[in-house]
């Protein structure tokens, strides 16, 4: 818990990240997380990932986006082989959440999974991821805009959504916890989360016992849906007109999975790791 001390600092914090859609006018970067960047350059990042499409998948821009003269690609990547089941992965709608981007290489050169079609939308927030921002060109949250739809960003992903109409849904993000975890929504139970778990441990992700809240994890990585907390966001979107990506799936009856690892972690291949053997153990369940 918090001390009296730190006490205003953490409520306005808490103010920044989870009562603003618009908490700034620019992509202003954070000074105060401890974000530790990773070897990132979207134009080299944009470039790897086009270098996908071929035999295996297909690459497409679904749109752009421009922020002082440059323009920025969202781009999708679809595996070409039609399957019964589709997963989606969200990589970059946090641009200063930078594992889960360069987790979408090594994620596409692993892919194999029987059955199951995999798209892949990034970087959602390209600006953002430029300029190691958490906010698009316009200071936005793009994972507070899923009642709204105020932001391109925003608007593109329910479009996917719409077109792809997937079965399951990973989001990659990072936060300031010590090691991985991950929320789920109500549509993932507590045994499939727990096995997950299981899974990114045995390939040696370290996983937190206290999600960023400082709330205990049992078993450890997993923050399950709860009656209260899905009464939080019903409130918050109510109220606010707030809703990140993970309710917003559950409102359409979709299992959808925010991945946490720790960007205060050193180590890039440890943080990169959880993001793309979670992919892979998802697609083994379905």
């Known amino acids: 818990?918090?001390?009296?001390?730190?006490?205003?600092?953490?409520?306005?914090?808490?103010?920044?990240?989870?009562?603003?859609r618009r908490a700034e006018t620019h992509p202003a970067r954070e000074t105060e997380l401890g974000i530790v960047p990773l070897d990132f350059e979207l134009d080299r990042y944009v470039d790897?990932?086009?270098?996908?499409?071929?035999?295996?998948?297909?690459?497409?821009?679904e749109a752009t986006v421009t922020y002082r003269d440059r323009t920025h690609p969202i781009l999708s990547v679809t595996s070409r082989e039609a399957a019964p089941k589709t997963l989606?992965?969200?990589?970059?709608?946090?641009?200063?959440?930078?594992?889960?981007?360069?987790?979408?290489?090594?994620?596409?050169d692993a892919w194999q999974a029987e059955g199951v079609r995999l798209v892949v939308l990034t970087p959602v927030n390209p600006v953002g991821a430029a300029e190691l921002s958490r906010f698009?060109?316009?200071?936005?949250?793009?994972?507070r805009d899923f009642v709204r739809f105020s932001t391109p960003q925003a608007r593109v992903v329910r479009d996917v959504y719409d077109r792809e109409r997937p079965d399951f849904v990973i989001s990659l993000h990072e936060g300031?916890?010590?090691?991985?975890?991950?929320?789920?929504?109500?549509?993932?139970?507590?045994?499939t989360g727990a096995a997950l778990c299981d899974a990114l441990a045995e390939g040696g992700t370290t996983l937190a016992h206290k999600d960023y809240f400082g709330l205990r994890l049992d078993p450890p990585g997993l923050s399950p849906s709860s009656a209260t907390g899905r009464a939080v966001h019903k409130i918050w979107a109510l109220t606010l007109s707030m809703k990140a990506?993970?309710?917003?799936?559950?409102?359409?009856?979709?299992?959808?999975?925010?991945?946490?690892?720790?960007?205060?972690?050193?180590?890039a291949a440890a943080r990169v790791r959880p993001h793309v053997d979670l992919v892979a153990a998802v697609a083994r369940t379905m």
């Open 245 to 267: 990506s993970i309710s917003y799936s559950e409102d359409r009856g979709i299992p959808e999975i925010v991945l946490e690892s720790s960007w205060r972690m050193t180590d």
């Open 88 to 108: 989606l992965v969200l990589a970059g709608v946090h641009g200063n959440e930078h594992a889960g981007l360069l987790a979408v290489p090594p994620i596409l």
């Open 48 to 61: 790897a990932v086009r270098a996908f499409d071929g035999a295996r998948f297909e690459v497409r821009t």
């Open 136 to 143: 698009n060109e316009e200071g936005y949250d793009i994972n």
């Open 1 to 20: 818990m918090p001390s009296l001390a730190t006490l205003p600092r953490d409520l306005s914090k808490l103010a920044r990240y989870h009562l603003y």
């Open 176 to 191: 300031p916890q010590d090691a991985t975890f991950m929320f789920t929504n109500r549509y993932v139970d507590r045994a």
